[in-house]
């Protein structure tokens, strides 16, 4: 199975001619978007960890492991940490993964879980000024606001994301941030608040707005939002992390995703208090975890449905 999958990654090269077939130039070129235009997340995924191989990357993906093995130039680091790339390779890098992210990554144009809509961009730009922004803390670009009210009042829930500009390849993110504030009698005041960056060997991170909810789960006229976000890894979605947050009650309640693409890399945390919330609220974060295994965004544990019934706060393999 394995080797057709290896053959599978090569004959992708050959379905164009115009096609970029290998990373030998990747180091002194700047990858054209035509050479890649055609390729399939397989090829492009082969491509990228390439020029990971070129640089003696030792790859715990056993089949990456063995195509590489069969060229002369391969040669296995010791040490992945001390590989360093130029700036045209982190460009080309960035390239590969921009292109993989158009392809295969969730939906962001649509919010099909919650009542409470996004702003227009008009609307964020109106509300959301410069000395407002400054006045509130936020750095970064607004990528999304959900404008909901429940009993308590009315509340924006801004997201926010660190852009890292690769100019005509598009943008990655190093950082997110997110904000729930509360307005009352224009007085603004912040609820939560949370934020992560992307780690060494991730690409990007950004907010996975496919899955965010924003609603009243138990009917207690309170709303209680379940944030998702995620990264990208040296093989995409494989080997990235993801990080569920729900916030019930004044408190913040997460689950800890790593992904990976053998057995032993796979494992997610909980917080014990997950399993003290409300059923419909932690059965819609199943729902969401299981929905992320069936679109290619996770790979979790074998048996973890069961384990979680259990209420292990770790789950592995």
């Known amino acids: ?36 235009q055609n390729l399939n997340v397989p090829a492009l995924k082969l491509l ?3 020029m990971y191989a070129r640089k003696g990357y030792t790859f715990s993906n056993e089949e990456y492991s063995r195509h590489f093995k069969q060229f002369s130039w391969y040669k296995p680091s010791a040490n992945n940490n001390t590989i360093v790339f130029s ?14 992210n158009e392809i295969s990554q969730p939906d962001s144009k649509n919010e099909p879980n919650s009542k409470y809509k996004t702003l227009t961009q008009e609307k964020i730009n109106e509300i959301f000024t410069h000395e407002k922004k400054k006045e509130l803390g936020i750095n970064f670009s607004i990528w999304k606001v959900y404008d909901y009210q429940d009993k308590t009042g009315k509340y924006y829930l801004v997201l926010t994301e ?24 224009n007085v603004w005041t912040k ?14 991170i950004w907010f996975w707005t ?14 209680e939002p379940i944030l998702f976000y995620g990264t990208n890894g040296l093989n995409g979605y494989d080997d990235g992390r993801i990080k569920i947050l729900t916030y019930y009650k004044g408190k913040k309640i997460g689950i800890r995703i790593q992904n990976g693409v053998l057995d032993d890399e796979r494992n997610f945390s909980i917080d014990a208090d997950f399993y003290n919330l409300p059923k419909s ?11 992320m ?9 074998y048996g973890w449905q069961k384990k979680m019934a259990k209420k292990m706060t770790f789950i592995k393999e």
Do not use: W
């Not at 939560?192 to 990007?204: A, I, L, R, V």
């Not at 909810?213 to 709303?223: K, Q, R, T």
């Open 1 to 36: 199975m394995k080797n057709y999958l290896l053959y599978f990654l090569l004959i992708s090269f050959t379905i164009n001619a115009q096609n970029l077939k290998d990373c030998s130039e990747c180091s002194s070129e700047i990858i054209r978007e035509s050479s890649i």
């Open 48 to 50: 990228k960890n390439e």
């Open 87 to 100: 700036d045209i390779e982190q460009k080309n890098i960035a390239i590969l993964a921009q292109k993989i």
């Open 162 to 185: 660190d852009k890292m500009n690769t100019s005509k390849e598009g943008n990655f993110n190093n950082a997110v941030k997110a904000f729930n504030f509360k307005i009352e009698n």
């Open 191 to 204: 609820t939560f608040e949370t934020n992560d960056s992307k780690k060494d060997g991730e690409d990007s």
């Open 210 to 223: 496919k899955y965010i909810y924003v609603e009243d789960f138990d009917l207690d006229g309170i709303i």
């Open 281 to 291: 609220i932690q059965d819609t974060v199943v729902a969401q975890m299981n929905k």
């Open 293 to 301: 295994v069936e679109n290619g965004h996770s790979i979790l544990p």
